[in-house]
């Protein structure tokens, strides 16, 4: 199953930057470095686990950010490498359940719609005891994952996204819960924030009125039915 994972990202390398309308990245991006961005200053040691094609190695390194970024997939980073040249000597082939950096090389690491394409549970909590192993005491390891707590999102991630987009395979995520990981990592979850209403296939023209519906069912009690959640742990 690992190298079916490996495969599918290679078979969909060239094509996968034009998976998500830019827009829709662009605005998700966004979303989550604003509850992020206060665990970063300039210069922090970032690693970027399951970095695809680059695109949030590129935006981290742009907040002056020292970022390395590794993939499974030979293919996303021969795209990453094509895409940002100028990010050749930071982002590299590696696997997220055996980081080859040594304890404590980072303040952060980051799994960003990464841990649903892994294949077991075993290794989903591998993966994070890897990045809590490289991250320092004290740094923190931020995972960002779909949420389907939601009924109507769980219809989306799991049937109509993989047949609009190729990233997930139609049936074959493994999708992990906010509430599994607070059953594996107690002490070390710091926080957890729910965001994100908007849809992968929203038009451009409609994003202005999407965001504002989005802001008012963030700030109120149906938060938690979002599309996304961000997890902060804290290395003790």
């Not at 970022?67 to 490498?81: C, K, R, Y």
């Not at 849809?199 to 599309?227: C, D, Q, T, Y």
Request: proline share 3%; aromatic share 10%; net charge negative.
């Amino acid at each position: 199953m690992k190298e079916d994972a490996k495969n599918h990202f290679d078979t969909i390398a060239d094509g996968y930057h034009e998976e998500i309308s830019g827009h829709v990245r662009d605005h998700l991006i966004n979303k989550w470095w604003g509850i992020v961005s206060s665990h970063f200053m300039s210069n922090t040691r970032v690693l970027d686990i399951g970095c695809g094609e680059g695109t949030n190695v590129n935006f981290m390194s742009r907040k002056n950010l020292n970022v390395q970024g590794v993939d499974f997939s030979d293919g996303l980073v021969q795209q990453a490498h094509a895409r940002y040249p100028q990010l050749v000597s930071q982002i590299s082939q590696g696997d997220a359940l055996h980081l080859q950096f040594e304890d404590a090389s980072f303040d952060v690491a980051t799994l960003i719609g990464v841990l649903h394409h892994i294949y077991s549970r075993e290794d989903q909590i591998l993966a994070i005891q890897e990045a809590l192993r490289v991250v320092r005491k004290g740094g923190v390891v931020i995972i960002r994952e779909s949420n389907l707590i939601n009924p109507v999102f769980r219809l989306f991630w799991n049937y109509i996204f993989p047949l609009t987009a190729k990233i997930d395979r139609f049936g074959g995520e493994h999708w992990i819960s906010a509430s599994y990981l607070r059953k594996h990592f107690p002490q070390q979850i710091e926080d957890t924030v729910y965001f994100t209403f908007i849809p992968n296939f929203m038009p451009l023209s409609l994003m202005g009125i999407a965001e504002n519906i989005e802001r008012k069912l963030e700030a109120g009690p149906l938060h938690k039915l979002s599309a996304h959640y961000t997890m902060i742990l804290r290395k003790a």
